[in-house]
């Protein structure tokens, strides 16, 4: 633990002469050899949230109830350099025995008296009542007892997210334990089922933890409009269900951002930091772009249509992209997510259009980043990854080649596209001053004269303004 956060922990301790203990993660990552700890959870007989606000005053940090009604807090205390989070809770039970055994996971039952772990900086006084160190060195998730999953069914999800988090692996017998109660999964509230679902999003192998979710029977009750995939296998080439294709699009996102480094190495930086950026809270570009890639075929089923053996899905993308609609709200996302998904399943065949032998035309290349906008980035990677999917199952003669199309869009928006978006040769200002008032028309010219500033047909100022005088 660093000199910083131990100086603040020494501040904690001079404001109680209650016994103060860390649990939780914390105390699992500094078992684990951690030193870079930035989530500390602190524990009290009683009255932490006294502490906490006085703790808050003390290091100049902000303080907040998460729960007010079980009088858990959190401190966070935020510099130039870095952030910490305290989060403070009481006893739930009469001691600490009692509190450890309402827990979770072995891997997090376990507490650390915080005065002595200060005096000595060692976790020789560990209060491991479950085993949890060698759950930790084994890398293994394991319930302290079944009963903690009937307690707050969220844990049913929160197992695979430590899976994915942590890069453990289940306990076959806790597996068993959360498939026996799979039917309590959507008992929590939508935002926490949502939050879970996206941090497992976030992380590499998402397409891994997807799978072990719907092995546990978890997916599809959260999930719904994904149950109708599943055995859904029509046509030549699907030699499995689309519900699988869409787990194994989702897997291939992790291969094409290690491939961008060596295929684009000019853009793989700007890519990868595009889909760093948070879209809400909690909630990384990364996680929508995995979300969209098993949202994207969902509406297949209801469009199928079979013409003397010609399989076909013709729709599927604008019935889907209202579908998601549904999806959105009923995870409570924010609008701001929703439109991203929205996108992404609307157009997620645009790239598959442009993949011609002749290579996609500067229009069409035009229109597809207009369309997308900041979403262009996820288009692409969830279209080469379907893909990258669909060639597990195709014939290589039947699959077009898509990556010359990916390589040549990405150049072309990170290149072309964008400096003009941020310095357009004429605004909407210029065309009322030459009389035009604002409408369809008004739009259609604007777009107009960007295209052919991408082009290169425009390449200044003047020239643009003779060209709208040309064109009334």
């Known amino acids: 633990m660093n000199r910083w956060t131990r100086n603040y922990l020494s501040e904690l301790i001079a404001l109680s002469a209650q016994k103060i203990y860390l649990v939780g993660g914390s105390v699992r990552d500094l078992v684990a050899g951690k030193e870079d700890i930035k989530d500390i959870d602190v524990l009290m007989p009683a009255g932490s949230e006294s502490v906490a606000r006085a ?25 130039a350099q870095d952030t910490v989070q305290f989060d403070f809770t009481n006893f739930e039970g009469p001691d600490l025995y009692a509190d450890l055994g309402r827990r979770d996971f072995t891997v997090n039952a376990m507490a650390l008296d915080l005065r002595e772990f200060v005096a ?28 903690a999953l009937d307690e707050d069914p969220l844990r049913l999800l929160r197992a695979v997210r430590l899976t994915a988090t942590l890069g453990f692996t289940m306990e076959d017998k806790t597996a068993a334990h959360i498939r026996r109660r799979s039917r309590l999964v959507t008992a929590p509230a939508p935002e926490r089922l949502r939050d879970e679902i996206f941090l497992i999003l976030s992380e590499a192998n998402a397409g891994v933890h997807l799978r072990l979710l719907d092995s546990l029977s978890l997916l599809s009750p959260i999930i719904p409009e994904l149950e109708p995939l599943r055995g859904f296998a029509p046509g030549m080439y699907l030699a499995h269900d689309v519900l699988t294709h869409s787990m194994s699009t989702v897997g291939y996102v992790d291969s094409i951002l290690v491939d961008l480094q060596n295929l684009a190495p000019a853009q793989a930086h700007k890519v990868l930091s ?8 909690l909630i990384p ?27 076909r899905f013709h729709g599927h993308d604008n019935v889907g992209a209202e579908k998601v609609h ?45 369309d997308l906008g900041d979403a262009l980035p996820e288009s692409l ?19 077009m080649d898509t990556e010359k199309a990916m390589l040549a869009t990405l150049d072309y928006y990170y290149v072309k596209f964008l400096s003009t978006e941020a310095k357009p040769l004429v605004t909407g200002n210029d065309l ?9 028309r008004f739009r259609e010219i604007l777009e107009e004269i960007r295209e052919r ?5 425009l390449t200044n100022r003047q020239e643009a303004l003779d060209y709208l005088t040309q064109m009334q």
């Open 55 to 79: 703790f808050a005053n003390k290091i100049g940090g902000s303080f907040f109830f998460l729960d007010e009604e079980r009088k858990i807090t959190r401190v966070v205390k935020q510099t």
């Open 120 to 147: 000595r900086n060692t976790v020789d006084g560990l209060i491991d009542l479950f085993h949890g160190k060698d759950d930790v060195s084994s890398r293994l998730i394991r319930v302290v007892k079944p009963e």
């Open 274 to 281: 595009h889909l760093g950026e948070p879209i809400e809270h």
């Open 285 to 311: 570009r990364k996680a929508v772009l995995r979300f969209a890639c098993l949202l994207h075929d969902i509406a297949k089923p209801e469009t199928l249509t079979n013409t003397e053996g010609r399989i």
């Open 326 to 370: 549904f999806t959105c709200r009923r995870l409570r996302l924010s609008r701001s997510t929703e439109a991203l998904l929205v996108r992404l399943v609307k157009f997620h065949m645009r790239l598959f259009n442009l993949a011609t032998a002749g290579g996609p035309s500067q229009g069409a290349l035009y229109r597809y980043c207009r």
């Open 381 to 399: 990677i969830l279209a080469q990854a379907d893909a990258r999917a669909t060639s597990e199952i195709m014939p290589k003669e039947k699959f």
């Open 432 to 440: 009322i001053r030459l009389g035009l008032q604002p409408g369809p």
């Open 453 to 457: 500033q991408t082009e290169g047909v």
